[in-house]
């Protein structure tokens, strides 16, 4: 079936750096997402963007936070500066609908901020 | 905000048996629900989903129940098979909420051969 593809599986990264997590979502999809989760809690929203734009976005998602999709390319999530409580999976997602159709997952990104 | 509650944690059974996930929602404008399986080191992947206006949906072994009144959800998995072993993670959706999904923290399955 389709895939998402993200894009390091894991990063370690020393707080207060940045951080790129790279998203390859399925081709002809138009929305794109990125949730987070904490080890052993559910996964939560972060954010989504359709048409170069952010539509909503969710507490989680600080002002050290921002997405873009250049240019059709990667869509990505970076965080600058980070922090210890950055530390999560990150989940990649894709729909070709904005309501009501299947989301596509990628793997994830294993963020861990040291 | 909509609020997604997952029981049990975990949950084991015999292969052949049925087994049934539970989910509930504190808001009443859910439009779609979705449940995703996970295996360990992979990403979600859906499994099947239900609009809020039906209250079956079947697709194979694997059904789900909605109560609108009561606000709940279930999903069946007949005959129940080792690998049916997965993380399940029931989702709602807002209506016109541009496919935000709220996750419950996910049923850990285990089938027993």
């Known amino acids: 079936g389709p895939k998402v593809l993200q894009i390091p599986s894991h990063q370690i990264i020393d707080m207060g750096q940045m951080v790129t997590l790279n998203c390859d979502p399925v081709?002809?999809?138009?929305?794109f997402y990125w949730y987070k989760q904490i080890l052993g809690q559910q996964m939560e929203f972060l954010v989504n963007?359709?048409?170069?734009?952010?539509?909503?976005k969710s507490k989680l998602f600080k002002d050290q936070f921002s997405v873009e999709r250049p240019d059709g390319s990667y869509f990505t999530l970076k965080i600058q500066p980070t922090a210890l409580e950055d530390s999560a999976v990150y989940f990649c997602?894709?729909?070709?609908?904005?309501?009501?159709?299947?989301?596509?997952f990628g793997k994830g990104t294993r963020l861990t901020v040291v | 905000q909509q609020q997604v509650r997952q029981s049990p944690q975990s949950l084991t059974v015999w292969e052949g048996e049925t087994a049934i996930l539970n989910c509930s929602y504190e808001?009443?404008?859910?439009?779609?629900s979705p449940w995703y399986q996970q295996f360990p080191g992979e990403g979600p992947a859906l499994l099947i989903s239900?609009?809020?206006?039906?209250n079956k949906k079947e697709d194979g072994r694997f059904t789900i129940f909605f109560n609108k009144r009561e606000k709940k959800l279930s999903l069946h998995i007949a005959d129940s098979q080792p690998g049916d072993s997965a993380t399940y993670f029931c989702?709602?959706?807002?209506?016109?909420?541009?496919?935000?999904?709220?996750f419950g923290q996910g049923t850990v399955l285990s089938v027993i051969p």
């Open positions: 997602a894709s729909s070709f609908g904005g309501a009501d159709t299947e989301v596509f």
């Open positions: 808001n009443s404008a859910f439009d779609y």
């Open positions: 239900i609009l809020s206006v039906s």
């Open positions: 081709s002809n999809h138009l929305y």
């Open positions: 963007f359709y048409n170069g734009k952010v539509m909503e």
């Open positions: 989702a709602a959706s807002p209506t016109g909420g541009n496919n935000k999904l709220t």
